[in-house]
Structures are given as structure tokens and as C-alpha cells.
């Protein structure tokens, strides 16, 4: 028999662990624009290293919001303090690598790149955050599988807010 509380505990730990990752992920949409990290040039093989997206006042708002975070979870849960800065780093960093990735690809910024576009900031906070505290595989899975339909309903959200040009 599956123990329900087992699951609700986990997920609940899941997105207490990961919400400084999702924020520093989501705060660009709010504050993005300006300079591309980039500066518009292009990789060896002539396409964009990121594209216009990725800005660096989107990658610093982001940080700043997700540390934010990661410090209020640090005073109320105990996580380590350079958890609460290297998740959020680590989740900028994934969407860059997957930025990077979609450019490779041929995919336009604001393209659509299906399971790497919902768990690149993921994989990359998960990576981050390692070496400052343990973290089980359930716990892992968990995040993993919660993600894709949080950030799509999140972005879908931030669509009808007008807040993005496309609902991924």
C-alpha cells in the first residue's frame, strides 16, 4: 500500500529545498532586458553563445532575489548559508547551459526545447548545491518530477500575465 503522507512529506521537502532555484530561475521574466550576457556575438559555429535573452540584469536579479531565498531558508530551516547562494547560482547557470544547448540546436531564444527548457535550472541548482548539503535520491527524483508541470503551469501563467511572448 502507498503511504500518501510518505509522498506529501517528500514533495513538501522537495519544493522547500528547491524553491530558492525556482526563484532565482523565475525573477528574470520580472526584470530582465538590457545587455546580453553575451553581448549579442556568436559562438564558433556562427550562432548566438545564448541569445538575446539572457540578460545580465535578468542572471543578477535573479541571484539577488534567489539568495534572498536561500537566506530565509537558512534562518528558518537551517540550510547551509553558501547552499542558499549556490542553488540559486547553479540554477542561472543550468538555463544558460541549456541556452547554450538550444542555440546549438538551431532553436531561437524564446524556442521551445521540451524536458531540457523545465529541468536545466534543476539539474544545474541540484549540481550547485552538492558540495554545502546532502540531499537523497528520493528527494532528487521528487524534484525532478515535480518540476516539469510547476514551471509549465508557472510560465503558462506568465503568459496570460503578459509577463512572456510564450507559454513555455
Not at 111 to 131: E, K, M, R, Y
Request: net charge positive; charged share 15%; proline share 7%.
Amino acid at each position: 500500500m502507498v503511504d500518501y503522507m510518505d509522498i506529501a512529506t517528500v514533495i513538501v521537502e522537495a519544493l522547500i529545498f528547491i524553491f530558492p532555484a525556482y526563484c532565482a530561475n523565475a525573477a528574470p521574466v520580472i526584470a530582465g532586458g538590457g545587455q546580453p550576457i553575451d553581448f549579442g556575438k556568436n559562438f564558433f559555429d556562427g550562432k548566438p553563445i545564448f541569445g538575446k535573452n539572457k540578460t545580465y540584469r535578468g542572471f543578477f536579479f535573479g541571484l539577488a532575489i534567489g539568495i534572498l531565498v536561500g537566506m530565509a531558508e537558512w534562518k528558518v530551516f537551517n540550510y547551509p548559508l553558501l547552499f542558499g547562494i549556490f542553488s540559486p547560482l547553479g540554477a542561472l547557470c543550468g538555463d544558460l547551459a541549456g541556452a547554450f544547448l538550444k542555440r546549438r540546436l538551431g532553436i531561437a531564444p524564446g524556442g521551445l526545447l521540451p524536458i531540457v527548457d523545465q529541468v536545466d535550472f534543476v539539474v544545474g541548482a541540484l549540481l550547485f548545491s552538492f558540495p554545502f548539503t546532502s540531499i537523497s535520491w528520493e528527494l532528487a527524483a521528487a524534484i525532478l518530477i515535480i518540476t516539469p508541470p510547476i514551471h509549465l503551469l508557472t510560465n503558462l501563467a506568465a503568459y496570460k500575465l503578459k509577463m512572456k511572448k510564450n507559454p513555455w
